[in-house]
Nanobody, 123 residues
Framework: VQLVESGGGSVQPGGSLTLSCAASGFTFHDYSIAWFRQAPGKEREGISSLGHDGTPYYKDTMKDRLTISIYADKITVYLRMNNLKPDDTAIYYC??????????????????WGQGTQVTVSS
């Protein structure tokens, strides 16, 4: 089981990015997928998840700026982020859990992780 993130980069405040998480060697059909981020000196935090039944979850303070989706092939999950702010600067990770994650926002609920992709928001 391998996850590969892409789509990170540098963007100005107010800009948008779409992150991708691709599965290698399996499909997301029976998995819950989540996006986490970790800023320097801060704990890793869950910001969005897609349950294996397709139910989306979002961090309350970000739900108006995020959209999580999955491509029909069940191999790639996307996270669209709008109106980015400097505080969004972090390494973004995708994670996968078999079937249901006990707590979607908790890193301990996930067994498989990608290597991360850097997002930098700066003017």
């Amino acid at each position: 089981v391998q996850l590969v993130e892409s789509g990170g980069g540098s963007v100005q405040p107010g800009g948008s990015l779409t992150l991708s998480c691709a599965a290698s060697g399996f499909t997301f059909h029976d998995y819950s997928i989540a996006w986490f981020r970790q800023a320097p000196g801060k704990e890793r935090e869950g910001i969005s998840s897609l349950g294996h039944d397709g139910t989306p979850y979002y961090k309350d303070t970000m739900k108006d700026r995020l959209t999580i989706s999955i491509y029909a092939d069940k191999i790639t999950v996307y996270l669209r982020m709008n109106n980015l702010k400097p505080d969004d600067t972090a390494i973004y990770y995708c994670a996968a859990a078999w079937r249901d994650a006990l707590f979607w926002y908790s890193a301990n609920s996930y067994d498989h992780w990608g290597q991360g992709t850097q997002v930098t928001v700066s003017s």
